[in-house]
């Protein structure tokens, strides 16, 4: 059952989505796209995590430039304690191959990945920091559902059939009880996580 709530700060609007009797809670952010969600929205989510940061785009590309000193912040998080978790899709996968003919964009899908395994790789191995891929046997989900954890919260982004992942509809769930709505997306890519194989080390 979904009951509308009132506008906590136009535009967002925020709804209570009840499972039983648990609930997340879900809302925009402002903004309809990830494209359009402003780099401010994800900073403030990033910068404040102390114990899971969890980014399990296919890319994860869009973090390393929009977001204001992220290799920093992810950086410090990771020697604060928290633990930070990079799972990528394979950029030489066959659903990449696929995904990429569906987008037809300069900027590849397996370019994008590219752009993350090199910061990642400027980032040097730090305790705490964590980067795998997926297995190709969970590529569809893993490309077809995003899922990014700041402790607890996270935003969600579903993709449509054709559109770039950055154009896909973005959602901000909020954890208050177990077993809602939050849990469940995050059940989703810590099974992805289970299956996914290291990520090779640089040059190899």
Same mark, same amino acid.
């Given at each position: 059952?979904?009951?509308?709530?009132?506008?906590?700060?136009?535009?967002s609007r925020e709804a209570r989505v009840f499972s039983s009797t648990r609930a997340s809670t879900a809302r925009s952010c402002g903004s309809s796209t990830t494209s359009a969600c402003p780099s401010t929205v994800w900073n403030e989510l990033v910068e404040p995590a102390r114990s899971e940061l969890s980014?399990?785009?296919?890319?994860?590309?869009?973090?390393?430039?929009?977001?204001?000193?992220?290799?920093?912040?992810v950086r410090r998080r990771a020697g604060a304690g928290c633990r930070v978790r990079f799972l990528l899709g394979d950029p030489e996968g066959e659903v990449t191959c696929r995904r990429e003919m569906v987008e037809d964009v300069?900027? *590849?899908?397996?370019t994008r990945s590219r752009?993350? !395994?090199?910061?990642?790789?400027r980032?040097?191995?730090?305790?705490?920091?964590?980067? !795998?891929? *997926?297995?190709? *046997?969970d590529a569809v989900s893993h490309v077809?559902?995003?899922?990014? !954890?700041?402790?607890?919260?996270?935003?969600?982004?579903?993709h449509r059939a !054709?559109?770039?992942?950055?154009?896909?509809?973005?959602?901000?769930?909020?954890?208050?009880?177990?077993?809602?709505?939050?849990?469940?997306?995050?059940?989703h890519?810590?099974?992805?996580?289970?299956?996914?194989?290291?990520?090779?080390?640089?040059?190899?």
């Amino acid at each position: 059952m979904i009951r509308s709530a009132p506008q906590v700060r136009p535009p967002s609007r925020e709804a209570r989505v009840f499972s039983s009797t648990r609930a997340s809670t879900a809302r925009s952010c402002g903004s309809s796209t990830t494209s359009a969600c402003p780099s401010t929205v994800w900073n403030e989510l990033v910068e404040p995590a102390r114990s899971e940061l969890s980014f399990t785009g296919y890319t994860n590309y869009f973090f390393w430039t929009p977001v204001p000193h992220f290799a920093d912040t992810v950086r410090r998080r990771a020697g604060a304690g928290c633990r930070v978790r990079f799972l990528l899709g394979d950029p030489e996968g066959e659903v990449t191959c696929r995904r990429e003919m569906v987008e037809d964009v300069a900027l *590849s899908v397996s370019t994008r990945s590219r752009i993350t !395994r090199e910061h990642l790789d400027r980032l040097g191995p730090l305790d705490g920091l964590e980067a !795998r891929f *997926s297995h190709p *046997s969970d590529a569809v989900s893993h490309v077809s559902l995003p899922v990014f !954890r700041f402790d607890d919260n996270a935003l969600v982004t579903p993709h449509r059939a !054709r559109l770039v992942g950055h154009d896909s509809p973005l959602l901000h769930l909020g954890r208050h009880v177990g077993n809602g709505m939050f849990d469940r997306f995050v059940e989703h890519s810590g099974e992805l996580r289970e299956r996914a194989r290291p990520r090779p080390a640089p040059g190899g």
